[in-house]
């Protein structure tokens, strides 16, 4: 089998996989919007960043009433893994990454049409579980001996920021664990199993039940830029462009900033 | 009498039926090609110097450290729970026997939490063994063998049972009538009877230990040289450098699949 043979076949299958996808949330596909009368109906399919979840579930909601005739389907996953399945081939419309290095992928790729745009910002909270038993109310505190902390790791977006934070206020720290995603890392906050952890502002604000979110202000010289772009193959030529200007729009930044998102 | 057995033997293999090759084949291909698929993706140039990372060398011997000593945990608590469902009549033996297998259909993630809600330093018995030891399990290497253990622990237990099932009785019944009680017994009947199945127990139960993934990282949770096992270096490598999980899972495959082959050669005899 030749290179290009095996890179076809995995693309073949990744399509595939991707086309299952946007069809259980569709129910019966209408055809894709039309390509020439600029009309915006049809399936988009958008995969967004996991931590895009809650707000761009009810952005897509708000989008189909906006345009009558549409259908928004997300694939929600880490940003590596669905610039991993965009660049082999998976039919997606628009892409919303947590991270400017994952878009770079996409970008580097040739996969993009046009340039990301920067629609949401996220900043770090120091999570601590209910009642603070730590005590903690600055990045300082977490290095006091008995107090555990649980950190992401660097090669994830939420490690990358943490590191920045913790080297802009000299704070240098040991955690117990570097955990491979930020809810990882909040559920041993939830359990209690930790004192602190560093998480995005919008995952405290969605777990409020079981843990508190202390500002800290080193944070600002972490912040994580979320770009947007519409997808080259978009199989939508019309749906594509308009979900990327919808979630630009006052409407849905209302929405973004509701969940914790900074405002640009 | 055994020359006519042997002269019909080959006769009666005769040749494999397609019925049976067929799946067969097709399903040695479904177990190997995602195998081939990493050995054409390794990158090969760059290989030594990823192998000689120092990183990967840490979790890989951290790796093969905590799965020995959970397979070793393992068969001290899951062979006498093996022989207890196998050779006494007690009630409730069913539901204890449905209990054994919950790690199996457990999402291991799942059983990370569960362990956390006991052992965990807010938990049932965490909660105690911190106030009155000074001890914790979450984010140590004793973590790790305990989360590796749950959920490997069922395989040796299933593999040993089945094999009590299957071994004579009369052998143990006539050390009993000699004079030896249930522990004599134990050890220097039934123990030699079954020790392929054990070994087979055991082999399976390593195995399982060296991939855990998810109870390994919600219990004992991710830190280099303490908690970090290839599993969890091969997930974090994916999300930078798709190469270097390659790497580290060809690694993790070689070393597991060489172990497995000498200690078969070595333990279970016959083809």
Redesign the interface.
């Given at each position: 089998m030749s290179a290009r043979a095996?890179r076809t076949a995995l693309a073949a299958l990744v399509a595939l996989a991707g086309l299952a996808v946007a069809g259980c949330g569709g129910g019966d596909d209408p055809a894709p919007g039309g390509s020439g009368d600029g009309r915006v109906n049809g399936t988009v399919t958008v995969f967004a960043a996991a931590s895009l979840t809650e707000s761009f579930t009810r952005i897509g909601r708000d989008f189909e009433a906006a345009y009558p005739g549409s259908t928004v389907t997300f694939n929600f996953a880490?940003s590596?893994a669905l610039a991993?399945q965009i660049n082999q081939g998976a039919p997606a419309d628009v892409f919303a990454s947590a991270a400017a290095r994952n878009m770079t992928t996409v970008t580097e790729a040739g996969d993009a049409d046009g340039t990301p745009a920067t629609f949401a910002r996220n900043q770090l909270v120091i999570a601590v579980p209910r009642g603070n038993p730590a005590g903690v109310t600055g990045l300082a505190d977490l290095t006091r001996p008995g107090v555990?902390v649980?950190l992401c790791?660097d090669?994830?977006p939420c490690g990358t920021a943490a590191r920045s934070a913790l080297d802009a206020a000299g704070v240098a720290l040991t955690?117990?664990?570097?955990?491979?995603d930020v809810k990882?890392a909040l559920?041993?906050v939830k359990?209690?199993?930790v004192d602190a952890s560093l998480v995005y502002r919008t995952d405290a604000r969605a777990a409020t039940a079981d843990v508190t979110g202390v500002e800290f202000p080193e944070s600002a010289r972490a912040v994580n830029d979320y770009p947007i772009v519409a997808l080259k193959d978009a199989p939508n030529r019309a749906g594509a462009p308009a979900f990327v200007a919808y979630v630009r729009s006052a409407p849905a930044q209302a929405v973004l900033a509701e969940a914790g998102f900074q405002g640009l | 009498m055994s020359r006519v057995l042997d002269a019909a033997a080959p006769r009666r293999r005769g040749r494999v039926p397609a019925a049976l090759l067929i799946p067969a084949g097709m399903g040695l291909l479904f177990l190997v090609l995602p195998l081939a698929g990493l050995v054409v993706r390794a990158p090969w140039t760059t290989l030594p110097q990823r192998l000689t990372e120092p990183g990967a060398l840490t979790a890989l011997r951290l790796s093969v450290q905590t799965a020995t000593l959970a397979t070793v945990l393992c068969l001290l608590l899951g062979v006498p729970l093996a022989w207890l469902l196998a050779r006494v009549e007690f009630p409730g033996r069913r539901l204890v026997r449905a209990l054994v297998t919950v790690p199996l259909v457990l999402p291991p993630v799942v059983g990370g939490v569960a362990l956390l809600l006991v052992f965990g330093r807010r938990g049932l018995i965490g909660g105690w063994l911190d106030a009155t030891f000074g001890v914790t399990l979450p984010f140590t290497t004793a973590g790790v063998v305990l989360a590796e253990s749950f959920v490997a622990m069922p395989f040796l237990v299933i593999a040993v049972e089945g094999a009590l099932r299957a071994a004579d009785h009369r052998y143990e019944e006539a050390a009993a009538t000699l004079g030896a009680g249930r522990w004599t017994t134990f050890t220097h009947v039934t123990l030699p009877l079954v020790a392929p199945g054990l070994a087979a127990g055991a082999v399976l139960c390593w195995a399982r230990a060296l991939g855990e993934f998810g109870a390994t990282i919600t219990f004992a949770g991710n830190y280099p040289g303490r908690t970090q096992t290839m599993p969890l270096a091969v997930y974090l490598a994916l999300e930078t450098d798709l190469e270097s999980a390659i790497v580290l899972s060809l690694v993790l495959l070689t070393v597991s699949v060489g172990i497995l082959a000498a200690l078969r050669d070595r333990w279970i005899t016959g083809p």
């Open positions: 095996r880490g590596s991993n555990k649980a790791a090669q994830v955690p117990v664990t570097l955990e491979q990882g559920a041993k359990l209690g199993e | -």
